[in-house]
């Protein structure tokens, strides 16, 4: 799972070095989804996550950005910085989806490794 997380995070690296900060996440993610589909990796995007609430699936407009490899969850944002409640998202995200690892990636920043933040198990490493 990590050598995945290092594929994307590279990948997301080399979208922010050509693009820069300060573009929509929508421009984001589809460059993200370019790069790592020209690495060869298996990506979906905007996949429904609907909600079990008292044993019944609803949907409720839940979308995450990215799951790659059908195993590691990609939240793109162009945020000033990441807060806490898009950390709080990607927990459930992981908890519905039955997934360990998911990155919340903020391309808003100078250098990108200041805007990647690692959630596994559903909680921040």
């Known amino acids: 799972m990590n050598a995945l997380a290092h594929r994307v995070i590279g990948a997301a690296i080399r979208v922010h070095k050509e693009i820069g900060p ?3 996440e929508s421009a984001y993610e589809a460059c993200l989804m370019f790069e790592l589909l020209s690495d ?3 990506v979906e995007r905007q996949i429904p996550i609907p ?6 699936r609803l949907d409720c407009g839940y979308r995450i950005d990215l799951l790659v490899n059908g195993e590691l969850v990609v939240e793109v944002k162009s945020v000033e910085r990441v807060a806490a409640v898009h950390v709080s998202a990607m927990r459930s995200y992981l908890g519905f989806l039955h997934r360990k690892l998911g990155l919340v990636i903020n391309f ?7 805007g990647i933040t690692r959630v596994v198990n559903g909680f921040p490493e």
């Open 40 to 42: 060869q990796l298996h």
């Open 108 to 114: 808003n920043v100078k250098w990108l490794k200041d």
């Open 51 to 56: 909600i079990v609430y008292r044993g019944q």
């Open 22 to 24: 300060g573009m929509l």
